[in-house]
């Protein structure tokens, strides 16, 4: 599920690409937070805050933030990680909850180095996302980089977390670990060894032509040659639309993709399934505590005649409080659903022991 460029040096501003990739529509939008909002950690409510900083994010369903930078540019990125493994967070540890993991560093961090120091220093557990019907439960890695071009990946295989922390890290994609990323990279010819680009879309490839296309830019002469060579890494790095891999969200169709310059403030998204670029200036919206939480309509709003194209930044939209009190009870079903996965589990296990003795 996904690829992660950063490009620190793009002629004096960091320019950031992503791709999406699943296996279903989820019904993306854009949303404007504001300073100021209180939020809870999503598990059991014992790590509350009230966000520093306003943000712009790219939703899954409303409710979940995969994507997205706020006023200070400093940005995030959820992508797919099949070794993820949360283990089980003790009561007394600092808790966020995979639907609001990334919403907490847009909400309090300005640069990378915060984030990490906080992240190493609490030993932030993260409490997965729990599906009782038995489809795929998320597992998935962290991204974020800064307007200073620094980067930083940070995974769970045991638990707790690991930080991969470097200006140097450029590319994140999914299967192996970024440890064995780094690793198998350097095999390849203008990376370190002599084999061939390879051209698959396993995420190991994409990891390589990613890094390969990366390091071997030209300078850009204005942000647009910038955003238009960071979108041509990130296409060469897009998957195919095909019938899914089963088990594997990892290994599906690029569903959108997005480029960042961190530096101007500037988001700008692409879906491959509705045709039209629009791109957001934050300098354009304001973030003043107090202000609303507005929405961009993507899903309808995408038309190819008379839809949103172009700048974005003053067609974002008030949903009102029914829906907003719609999308707080489906967090709270989020939260609910998750604190009970133990109790779903045994029930399923219950139920299905019971069917295979009736055959």
């Not at 180095?113 to 609490?122: D, Y």
């Not at 890094?211 to 238009?228: F, R």
């Not at 957001?280 to 993507?298: N, P, R």
Request: charged share 20%; proline share 4%; with cysteine.
């Amino acid at each position: 599920m996904c690829t992660r460029v950063v490009w620190p040096n793009a002629n004096g501003s960091v320019i950031v690409g992503r791709n999406m990739d699943f296996h279903m529509d989820l019904l993306t939008n854009i949303w404007k937070y504001p300073r100021g909002i209180e939020r809870t950690d999503g598990v059991a409510g014992d790590l509350t805050w009230t966000a520093k900083y306003g943000s712009i994010v790219a939703t899954a369903f409303d409710l979940i933030a995969t994507d997205g930078m706020n006023e200070e540019g400093f940005a995030g990125h959820i992508l797919w990680l099949a070794e993820s493994n949360y283990g089980k967070p003790e009561a007394s540890a600092t808790q966020l909850s995979q639907a609001i993991w990334l919403q907490y560093y847009l909400d309090n961090f300005a640069t990378v180095a915060e984030a990490v120091e906080w992240t190493e220093s609490t030993g932030v557990q993260i409490a997965q996302l729990f599906d009782p019907t038995g489809h795929l439960v998320p597992t998935l890695h962290l991204a974020i980089n800064d307007a200073t071009g620094d980067s930083a990946i940070i995974e769970y295989t045991d638990g707790t977390p690991t930080v991969h922390h470097s200006r140097d890290y450029k590319v994140m994609t999914n299967s192996p670990t970024f440890d064995k990323q780094l690793e198998l990279v350097k095999q390849y010819d203008g990376l370190g060894g002599d084999k061939p680009l390879p051209g698959s879309t396993l995420a190991s490839d994409r990891f390589a032509r990613a890094s390969w296309y990366v390091e071997h830019q030209v300078q850009p002469k204005t942000q647009l040659d910038a955003i238009a060579a960071m979108f041509s890494i990130i296409r060469n790095a897009a998957q195919p639309f095909r019938t899914p891999e089963p088990g594997k969200p990892d290994a599906s169709q690029t569903i959108w993709q997005v480029v960042l310059d961190l530096t101007n403030k500037r988001y700008v998204f692409e879906s491959t399934t509705r045709p039209n670029i629009v791109w957001i200036d934050l300098d354009d919206m304001s973030f003043t505590e107090g202000s609303k939480v507005l929405k961009l309509d993507l899903i309808s709003q995408l038309a190819l005649e008379g839809g949103l194209a172009g700048n974005v930044s003053h067609k974002f939209t008030d949903v009102g409080p029914e829906v907003t009190e719609v999308l707080a009870t489906g967090v709270k079903a989020l939260e609910f659903v998750a604190n009970k996965k133990d109790e779903f589990t045994a029930l399923k296990t219950l139920v299905q022991g019971y069917v295979g003795s009736k055959k």
